[in-house]
């Protein structure tokens, strides 16, 4: 199994531009986690899928941040328009079932906003 | 809410040596799960090991056990015969039985030295 993938590794943009963060999900897995990553607040769950419909987004910063799940293998994290106060490390999960076994991460993307 | 407390921002081993890292947690529920993971500079998110509250046997995995005291709501990783490989951060995370939002801790930048 490939694992979580995500796409791109590493984005470098200007603020006010629109950025897109993508994630494949491991075959089978039917919850799918957003994680954002920073020195000062640690990681945070930004919201979650089950299904491909999102269960809760009470994590998610503001309405700038937008997330999808179009299919059981691709999800969609857009930032529009971008801040410097984005740059993070996000990261995207997937686990078999809702309340059980174990998360398993992708390698995160690296956004850096100028 | 769940908190994670990491107390040990950085820890030090000597190769070939044994560390513990700490980790306490806070919650009002019976059943959850413990995860300890480990992140290298290359910023992946890795499962190092997991505990079912129900069981009261610690889990083991190869060079890496726990110490679960559920009473103390502790859960501390042991690392046996350090490895300059086990060089990394390291995240506790608490997970409700029926909660699908992972709480991590700060983290602990264990080094190895040689």
């Known amino acids: 199994d490939a694992g979580v993938i995500q796409s791109p590794r590493h984005e470098v943009t200007e603020m006010g531009q629109e950025v897109t963060l993508r994630c494949k999900p491991i075959?089978?897995?039917?919850?799918l986690f957003w994680y954002r990553q920073t020195m000062m607040r640690g990681l945070e769950l930004l919201i979650y899928?089950?299904?491909?419909?999102?269960?809760?987004d009470s994590g998610m910063p503001e309405d700038r941040f937008s997330a999808k799940m179009p299919n059981a293998s691709f999800s969609t994290l857009k930032i529009q328009p971008s801040e410097p106060r984005d740059s993070a490390v996000y990261f995207c999960?997937?686990?078999?079932?809702?309340?059980?076994?174990?998360?398993?991460f992708g390698p995160g993307t690296r956004l850096t906003v100028l | 809410a769940q908190t994670v407390t990491q107390s040990q921002p950085e820890m030090s081993v000597q190769e070939a040596e044994t560390v513990t890292l700490s980790c306490t947690y806070d919650?009002?529920?019976?059943?959850?799960?413990l995860f300890w993971y480990k992140q290298p500079p290359s910023r992946q998110m890795i499962l190092v090991i997991r505990?079912?509250?129900?069981?009261?046997q610690n889990a083991t995995e190869n060079r890496f056990s726990v110490n679960f005291q559920k009473a103390a709501k502790s859960f501390s990783l042991k690392i046996s015969d350090s490895q300059l490989g086990d060089a990394a951060m390291y995240f506790c995370?608490?997970?409700?039985?029926?909660?699908?939002?992972?709480?991590f801790g700060a983290g602990t930048r264990l080094t190895v030295k040689p």
């Open positions: 999960a997937s686990r078999w079932r809702l309340g059980t076994d174990t998360q398993y």
């Open positions: 075959s089978g897995h039917n919850s």
């Open positions: 919650t009002s529920e019976s059943d959850y799960y």
């Open positions: 505990q079912e509250a129900y069981k009261q």
């Open positions: 899928f089950n299904n491909n419909v999102p269960i809760d």
């Open positions: 995370a608490y997970r409700g039985h029926n909660n699908n939002d992972m709480r």
